[in-house]
């Protein structure tokens, strides 16, 4: 059983940034396979990001160039540093973690609002 607590949502202006982080449990994170979701109102569940475990990162089109994911295995911490937030950008954000199942943390709001 894998246990994720995302934190570092919160309410911004356009142009800002906010950095979430994702702390999981288990002494075998190097091995998960981390990603950020998001769930807009009225809206499916959408990728935004995902780090492999070698480190490679894949992007969905809409936050190409503004966001980025990162992992510090030694904190078992997987992070998402937005920058350039847009209103189009509320939504909550969901950790998740791919090790032989299937793990969400709870979610963290982000709102993007003048």
């Known amino acids: 059983q894998v246990q994720l607590v995302e934190s570092g949502g919160g309410l911004v202006q356009p142009g800002g940034s906010l950095r979430l982080s994702c702390a999981a449990s288990?002494?075998?994170?190097?091995?998960?396979?981390m990603s950020w979701y998001r769930q807009a109102p009225g809206k499916q569940r959408e990728l935004v990001a995902v780090?492999?475990?070698?480190?490679?990162?894949t992007y969905a089109d809409s936050v190409k160039g503004r966001f980025t994911i990162s992992r510090d295995n030694a904190k078992n911490t997987v992070y998402l540093q937005m920058n350039s937030l847009k209103p189009e950008d509320t939504a909550v954000y969901y950790c998740?973690?791919?090790?032989?199942?299937?793990?969400w943390g709870q979610g963290t709001q982000v709102t993007v609002s003048s």
């Open positions: 998740h973690a791919n090790y032989y199942g299937s793990y």
């Open positions: 780090i492999t475990t070698s480190g490679g990162s």
């Open positions: 288990g002494s075998i994170f190097r091995r998960y396979v």
